[in-house]
């Protein structure tokens, strides 16, 4: 299983950005899937989170600002982060939670993209 961010990038603080992710390879089904980041000297911490009926989980630190979105067909999500600030700087990374046709659970996570927020 592949899982591919794009998106990221610099923008000034307030601005927006959004990211896309994309799950494939061979699998029954995709359960949840989402976004974490990881700032410079930190552990990576959750962003986002849907699940494949479309529960949405966010950070304290994004509600209001970061939306999550997805589509099942495409087994991809997005994330549309709004009134960005300084802290949101880091690493995002795409995380995909599936099953195999043995229905066993597994998890496949992106390469990562990089997300600078300027004062």
């Known amino acids: 299983v592949q899982v591919v961010e794009s998106g990221g990038g610099l923008v000034q603080a307030g601005g927006s950005l959004r990211l896309s992710c994309a799950a494939s390879?061979?699998?029954?089904?995709?359960?949840?899937m989402g976004w974490y980041r990881q700032a410079p000297g930190k552990q990576r911490e959750l962003v986002a989170t849907?699940?494949?009926?479309?529960?949405?989980n966010y950070a304290d630190s994004v509600k209001g600002r970061f939306t999550i979105s997805r589509d099942n067909g495409k087994n991809t999500i997005n994330l549309h982060m709004d009134n960005l600030k300084p802290e949101d700087t880091a690493a995002y990374y795409c995380?995909?939670?599936?099953?195999?046709?043995?229905?066993?659970?597994?998890?496949?996570w992106g390469q990562g993209t990089l997300v600078t927020v300027s004062s």
């Open positions: 390879g061979s699998f029954f089904s995709v359960d949840a």
């Open positions: 995380n995909a939670v599936y099953r195999d046709y043995r229905f066993a659970v597994s998890n496949a």
């Open positions: 849907v699940t494949s009926t479309g529960t949405t």
